[in-house]
């Protein structure tokens, strides 16, 4: 993940959300951006694209799961999610971006915060230090904004007056 966005820990490229959000929020049917294969000690969905799929470029379909690469970069996934519809990404709270602005207060539905900063995992699933900025939970679809609504995870679920945006049918190609 890139340097940017997240200035995370110890120069390590891949780190993994806690199992304990994915389990909170419930089932997700794909995870592009997902460790490859070999590496991931936990599924995030049903289905994965790792780096090696190119996920950014690849169809995707049904509820979606999106910890995207973290840099410029993430703005370009979060777009796609907003255009997909349906679909929770995690990222750091960088609130005053560009890119915040342009593809979460314009387009979300809700964003999440956290209370305090989050443990992500090294790709061996072995617990990290802890991150060093804020992470958020960015909601595409009502459905998404329920789920945390009633994840139990502990933060602040702030609901968005979005402007129109079109989006997919239902998910769907």
Known sequence: ???NFNTN???HNEWLTPPEIIEALGQFDL???APTPATRPWSMAHRHY???DNGLMMPWYG????NPPYGRETFAWLNKLAEHGDGVALIFARTETRGFHAEIWEKA???FFFKGRLRFHKINGERGATANAPSCLVAYGQ???EALEKSGLKGK???LKRRCYPRSEGGSI
Do not use: F
């Open 31 to 33: 995870d592009p951006c």
């Open 143 to 145: 459905n998404n904004v």
């Open 50 to 52: 790792s780096i090696e």
């Open 9 to 11: 820990t110890a120069n």
């Open 109 to 111: 539905d809700a964003v």
């Open 157 to 159: 679920l702030v609901k």
């Open 63 to 66: 509820r979606i799961w999106c």
């Open 1 to 3: 993940m890139g340097k």
